[in-house]
């Protein structure tokens, strides 16, 4: 106890809209008794091998040295043993690790589908990390990454974007999606920050759900021949390691555990979520695969959740070879499966079938615990309706990369798109005017896409996305090749390593300012994925830092044009730009929502999903603690804080300006079970129509563990006309305020909350405290 006083267009929405205000909880599953009789006349085999998950090469025929285009083949005999002999209920990725075309999807996953339901007669699932769209199938629409899509603040694109891929990753023959990515993007080092949605846990848990809802439909139970299962990625704490680098430990008290990571796994549990893939990294000492308490205590007891728990890739092995709390791969496969997985991507070592058929025959790991694993794969197979249709054409698909598909993948990049900068309104710019394209973002959709675009790199891109237009290209369409003049300057090392730049050659850049107004300069990152992203600085390349400040004293104004995975440091240049505009990975379509947003056919309406860093060694989040910026105190010594950043969460121009107006809340006194209803007036005082994420922070005044500075309890995107006003209504459950004390439980303490929207603030009380043990109170 304690005292204190877009909607998108109608021609734009391929599938329909969906309400995604109120998310019941799954209704159990209707398939047990056909799958007890299943299991009571599988062995024991049969009841590993389908815990097992091989890669697809396994089953391929080898390829021919110096054959360049060697087909994608089934070999009949290793598809035979592993789906027959050794009984594998899945399998995974892409043939020799680039995209295919739809027939070679159709030919291939249907063969492998009638080889194992001949040899084995359960039907084997195929998954791929389709994480912003099919991308491991040639054709298929690419969309802004998720950290793209979580700057747009727009659930309705999200779920539109998630429906279309999940339409492209069925018609590629495949029923399984290892995607969302859930991971809170809180440590700008990371090299999988453009996988998540941002820092913030509760949009996170709002995008997340929208994503679920898109992937898999309405049911979570009869997932539709449109639809995928979908696989939350990775379950927990993944994206807080404290080096920054992947796959390395992170150190999380139980508390900031469940108040922060697991938040959006609890929401899209409870949405239906039918699979989870977990940590391949460590935290506190123990890692994921091993943690009984994470994978089983709170996932599947506490969430309840009843469907299937997989590992990333070799992860099981790493906790004998990585990790050293196994002498060998079989005690590996002992404790990882006791802990909670079901099922085990590999992806080549076939001795985990005999290994795990020996702990069971050893008494070291218990029929219940297989049949339990068991029973959630098939429960998984039956709601994706494989039993009854394990096979099916991609030629039913006829709106597989359609123009409207296109369109919402361009439409999506408009509003993630975040103007940041606009000194004297240089931006939008003139059609007359002359501008100098440079850096090395400025002519590759290889820095558009990022990772997992094509192949795994994103670096075989170029050559693989047909669709689209580089930045140079969509600049030349929009201003006319005579207004656009190239010269990069600086260029990636294409035959290195994502970060490898080839000997800059800034004095042609300068030379090149010669003649024109404006200079539009592209930079940032080249494509990297997990942990070969991995970096040693944080600051943007010397190289591009270089032609900037050179580029500047030609006395010019520069917009400088931010292609990054992650924020990368650029304080010592952000003043001499004039403009800057950050794209994210926007996909193969952002380039042409880049040069809209440029000439003004498109308002910029992004906000920043993560606290953009002004230093390398400062680095913070919204929600820090009031000890982290404060004013100098009294007395003999400095004990002042601060915590300075490039831009804040939440950021983002537009070339109109709104005003926020009476906000108001439907009750100011409250208790735990109670929704408090905010409303708040938001007028577009400008000349022309936009668009604006109205964003709802609440602060505790005073709590028993040191509240957050603020929290988003809510968000709205919002389109206005000129002059227009709309009144925005912002729901907000009271049991949203609370926070998980040292006890692990949340609570919802007695006192005062002061709520903050646009420049309008309010107070609203507590009137009790109330103390719950889970999200499922």
């Known amino acids: 106890m304690r005292h204190k006083n877009l909607l998108l267009s109608a021609g734009i929405f391929i599938f329909g809209a969906i309400s995604l205000s109120f998310i019941p909880v799954k209704e159990a599953s209707p398939y047990e008794a056909q799958i007890s009789k299943i299991m009571s006349k599988m062995t024991l085999e049969q009841k590993v091998g389908q815990m097992a998950q091989f890669s697809v090469d396994a089953v391929l025929k080898s390829k021919i040295p110096g054959v360049p285009d060697f087909p994608v083949e089934v070999d009949v005999d290793k598809a035979t043993h592993l789906l027959g002999d050794l009984k594998a209920g899945s399998l995974l990725n892409t043939p020799a690790g680039i995209a295919q075309n739809t027939a070679t999807w159709d030919k291939l996953n249907n063969q492998l589908q009638e080889i194992a ?30 950290i793209a899509m979580a700057a747009t603040f727009n659930r309705q694109l999200v779920y539109e974007g998630a429906k279309v891929s999940a339409y492209e990753v069925r018609a590629s023959i495949t029923p399984w999606n290892f995607s969302p990515v859930l991971d809170m993007g809180r440590n700008p080092n990371w090299s999988r920050i453009w996988e998540t949605y941002g820092e913030d846990p509760f ?32 379950f927990m704490g993944y994206g807080v390691p404290t080096s920054g680098q992947d796959r390395t430990p992170a150190m999380i008290p139980e508390n900031e555990l469940r108040e922060r990571h697991l938040k959006p796994y609890a929401a899209t549990v409870k949405a239906g ?23 089983t205590d709170i996932l599947k007891n506490e969430l309840k959740f009843d469907g299937v728990v997989v590992t990333d890739w070799q992860d099981i092995n790493n906790l004998y070879k990585r990790d050293r709390i196994a002498s060998s791969d079989k005690e590996a496969i002992m404790i990882s499966i006791n802990a909670g997985v079901d099922m ?32 959630r794969i098939l429960r998984m197979k039956y709601r994706l309706g494989l039993f009854n249709k394990p096979t099916w054409k991609s030629t039913d698909y006829t709106n597989f990369g359609s123009a409207q598909s296109q369109q919402l993948a361009k439409s999506a990049a408009d509003e993630a798109i975040t103007l940041l900068k606009n000194k004297n309104y240089l931006l939008p710019l003139q059609k007359a005017y002359r501008i100098l394209v440079t850096g090395p973002n400025a002519n590759t959709k290889r820095g558009l896409n990022g990772g997992w675009s094509r192949n795994w790199q994103g670096d075989k891109t170029p050559e693989h996305e047909k669709a689209g237009a580089t930045i140079l290209e969509a600049l030349q369409q929009k201003a006319g090749k005579d207004h656009v003049v190239y010269e990069p300057g600086v260029t990636y090392n294409e035959k ?3 970060y490898d730049e080839n000997s800059p050659e800034i004095d042609k850049a300068v030379a090149a300012t010669k003649g024109c107004d404006v200079i539009v300069a592209c930079i940032g990152e080249n494509s990297y994925c997990e942990t070969p992203g991995n970096l040693t600085s944080l600051e943007m390349s010397k190289n591009q830092q270089a032609l900037v400040s050179e580029l500047a004293k030609t006395g010019k104004p520069i917009v400088l044009v931010l292609n990054e995975g992650r924020p990368r440091v650029f304080s010592d240049i952000e003043p001499l730009a004039n403009a800057v505009v950050h794209t994210y990975l926007p996909g193969s379509y952002g380039s042409l929502s880049l040069a809209d947003i440029l000439y003004g056919d498109v308002n ?31 007395g003999a010594y400095n004990y002042d804080a601060n915590n300075a950043v490039q831009y804040p969460f939440g950021f983002g121009l537009s070339y109109t300006s709104f005003e926020y107006a009476n906000l108001k809340v439907n009750k100011t006194h409250f208790n735990a079970n109670d929704e408090l209803e905010f409303t708040v007036n938001v007028k577009n005082t400008g000349k022309i129509a936009g668009k604006e994420a109205v964003l709802l922070f609440v602060s505790d005044d005073v709590a028993s563990l040191t509240p957050d500075n603020k929290r988003l309890r809510a968000f709205e995107k919002v389109s206005l006309l000129a002059g227009e006003t709309k009144t925005i209504t912002l729901k907000v459950p009271a049991s949203e305020l609370a926070f998980v004390g040292l ?35």
């Open 496 to 498: 290195g390593k994502y």
């Open 743 to 777: 006890d692990n439980k949340w609570r919802l303490e007695a006192g005062s909350f002061t709520v903050r929207c646009g420049n309008q603030k309010l107070s609203v009380i507590a009137d009790e405290t109330k103390v719950w043990d889970s999200y499922l109170k």
């Open 604 to 634: 910029p309406s992004g906000k920043l999903p993560y606290t953009y860093p002004k230093y390398t060694n400062l680095l913070t989040n919204y929600d820090y603690k009031p000890s982290e910026n404060r004013e100098v105190m009294e």
């Open 203 to 234: 949009l996170t848990s709002e995008l997340g759900v929208a994503c679920i809802k898109g992937y898999q439909g309405n049911d979570p139970n009869r997932v539709g021949m449109y639809n995928v299962a979908a696989c939350l990625k990775h």
């Open 273 to 295: 979520a039918l699979s989870v893939m977990v940590n391949s990294a460590i935290i506190n000492g123990e890692p994921v695969h091993a943690s009984h308490h994470i994978l």
């Open 344 to 375: 085990a991507m590999i992806p080549y070592d076939e001795n985990y079938c005999k290994d795990l058929v020996a702990l069971v025959k050893e008494n070291k790991v218990s029929m219940s615990r297989i049949d339990d694993a068991v029973r």
């Open 117 to 146: 339901l001949k040899s084995n007669g359960i039907p084997m699932i195929f998954g791929v990390d389709a994480i912003h769209g099919a991308n491991y199938t040639e054709g298929s629409v690419l969309f802004p990454q998720e």
